[in-house]
């Protein structure tokens, strides 16, 4: 299956954009599935960082590790799941627009499933990750031309 899409565009600088939203300690500022983030001690969030995202999905909330593969400030990032039965894997790509006044944010989500997570990535994890980027998107925008 091809990963997940989406873009939106933001009226702040591409530095500005990249840096909070490839922030794992403000994931839950605005992704509305996660309750909380921890980051191994003693890394930054730069290539080979690991965080440790609890999301709440449905009545549960499950825990995912991530590392951060890749990290070019502003322009592209990019994290990829560790552990578990549900693997995220993300890219997002930042370009600047109107001389860098406003930013381009773009996602591409996609999932890996291990064991049991083979049956819930097709039958349920894609399916709320589409239904719920869109608003964690928005929330994204709000909280980052706020703080203008």
């Not at 997570?117 to 039958?123: A, E, M, R, S, T």
Request: net charge neutral.
């Amino acid at each position: 299956m091809p990963p997940i899409t989406s873009h939106i565009e933001i009226a702040r600088p591409a530095e500005e954009v990249f840096a909070y939203a490839t922030d794992p300690s403000r994931f839950s500022e605005w992704q509305d599935d996660v309750v909380s983030v921890s980051v191994e001690a003693g890394h930054a969030f730069d290539v080979g960082a690991r965080f440790t995202t609890i999301r709440r999905i449905g009545r549960s909330e499950r825990a995912m590790t991530q590392e951060i593969t890749e990290s070019k400030p502003p322009t592209s990032w990019a994290a990829h799941g560790v552990d578990g039965p549900v693997r995220p894997n993300v890219n997002v790509t930042v370009e600047p627009l109107a001389d860098n006044t406003r930013s381009r944010i773009m996602f591409a989500m996609d999932f890996e499933g291990h064991g049991i997570g083979k049956l819930l990535v097709p039958l349920i994890v894609r399916r709320l990750a589409a239904r719920g980027a869109p608003r964690s998107f928005q929330h994204l925008r709000e909280q980052l031309e706020r703080q203008s």
